[in-house]
Nanobody
């Protein structure tokens, strides 16, 4: 089992930055791929970014490439999402997620077995 808790969301002006954190507990975290998804009001949950357990491989949605950076520190059981040059369309609830042990870096939500409760990010124009 893996438990995930997000933090770091908030209100920021367009062009600003935020850093989200996802603290994990559970013995399988270090061998799981982890990712960030988001869901805006009235829209389906969408993939944002994912990272291999070793941190050596990352994957991003086209809409966030060059602005958002995913990373993880296995010694701290923590994953991060550095969000730069934020836009109003980035407004959403952001969820962290973890797979069961794998070498893959999936972008499909149903592959992820564990989810956090979400943290709100609001970008004002």
């Amino acid at each position: 089992q893996v438990q995930l808790v997000e933090s770091g969301g908030g209100l920021v002006q367009a062009g600003g930055s935020l850093r989200l954190s996802c603290l994990a507990s559970g013995r399988t975290f270090s061998s799981a791929a982890t990712g960030w998804f988001r869901q805006a009001p009235g829209k389906e949950r969408e993939f944002v970014a994912a990272i291999r357990w070793s941190g050596g491989v990352t994957r991003y949605a086209d809409s966030v490439k060059g602005r958002l950076i995913i990373s993880r520190d296995n010694a701290k059981n923590t994953m991060y999402l550095q969000m730069n040059s934020l836009k109003p369309e980035d407004t959403a609830v952001y969820y962290c997620a973890a797979t069961r042990p794998t070498l893959n870096v999936p972008s499909t939500a149903d592959v992820y077995a564990y989810w956090g409760q979400g943290t709100q990010v609001t970008v004002s124009s």
